[in-house]
């Protein structure tokens, strides 16, 4: 049975930050790219960014420079580090792993597996 659990999430205020984490289990870790969403009340899951086996990484561009994704393979999980949050930051955050795919994509649809997420709460 393949899971995906995220932690890390939590209440911070703007300017700080926050790791979160992804553990899996169940699935052969390395060989899939882990990506990384968000969900904000009403509004539609927004890609994040994603990572390939070795480290390879792809990020959407308004996530790119506060936001690194990294993995490790030994331990079957997948980070997301934030920096800089800001209000609109505020979300539920998942992650994701592909198996499907030859790429990096920031296509949920083209995810197999997905975690239950963890609250991020930026407060101004």
Not at 17 to 42: D, E, H, I, V, Y
Not at 75 to 88: A, F, H, R
């Given at each position: 049975?393949?899971?995906?659990v995220?932690?890390g999430?939590?209440?911070?205020?703007?300017?700080?930050?926050?790791?979160?984490?992804?553990?899996a289990?169940g699935?052969?870790?390395s060989?899939?790219k882990?990506?990384?969403?968000?969900?904000?009340p009403?509004?539609?899951?927004e890609?994040?960014?994603?990572?390939?086996?070795?480290?390879?990484?792809w990020?959407?561009?308004s996530?790119?420079?506060?936001?690194?994704?990294?993995r490790?393979?030994?331990n079957n999980?997948?980070?997301?580090?934030?920096n800089n949050?800001?209000?609109e930051?505020?979300?539920?955050?998942y992650?994701?792993?592909a198996?499907?795919?030859?790429i990096?994509?920031?296509?949920?649809?083209?995810?197999?597996?997905?975690?239950?997420?963890?609250?991020v709460?930026v407060?101004?």
């Amino acid at each position: 049975q393949v899971q995906l659990v995220e932690s890390g999430g939590g209440l911070v205020q703007a300017g700080g930050s926050l790791r979160l984490s992804c553990a899996a289990s169940g699935l052969t870790f390395s060989n899939s790219k882990m990506g990384w969403f968000r969900q904000a009340p009403g509004k539609e899951r927004e890609f994040v960014g994603a990572i390939r086996r070795r480290g390879n990484t792809w990020y959407a561009d308004s996530m790119s420079g506060r936001f690194t994704i990294s993995r490790d393979n030994a331990n079957n999980t997948v980070y997301l580090q934030m920096n800089n949050l800001k209000p609109e930051d505020t979300a539920v955050y998942y992650c994701a792993a592909a198996f499907r795919v030859g790429i990096l994509t920031a296509e949920p649809l083209q995810y197999d597996y997905w975690g239950k997420g963890t609250q991020v709460t930026v407060s101004s």
